[in-house]
């Protein structure tokens, strides 16, 4: 008896473990307003703000410079491309963002 209960105590030592780093908290900013070259500041909480500087080229494409900062530390600075409206998501470790970028006209 004692060599089977020893047997289910090192089967569970064995057992698949969870990723060390679990996925990202997104928080969605909704639809943002952007203009070619424009800076915006949004809260993301915690203390971290997400600062996006928008390119806008031919297309309707969208690029979105991020500067993630948080206590006045940049903790990110992502890049992505997008079609204007419609949903883009970025994350960068344990920080997620999520937007929908619409052109001010």
Do not use: W, Y
Not at 76 to 103: M, N
């Amino acid at each position: 008896m004692a060599l089977v209960a020893s047997l289910f105590t090192g089967c569970s030592k064995n057992s698949p473990q969870e990723s060390a780093s679990p996925r990202p908290k997104v928080t969605n900013l909704g639809v943002v307003e952007v203009s070619d070259g424009k800076p915006s500041r949004h809260d993301l909480g915690g203390g971290r703000v997400c600062i996006i500087t928008p390119t806008v080229l031919t297309g309707g494409i969208v690029e979105l410079a991020m500067i993630i900062e948080e206590s006045g530390k940049q903790l990110a600075a992502p890049r992505v491309s997008t079609l204007a409206d419609r949903a883009v998501k970025v994350s960068v470790g344990d920080i997620g963002v999520g937007l929908t970028p619409h052109i001010k006209q």
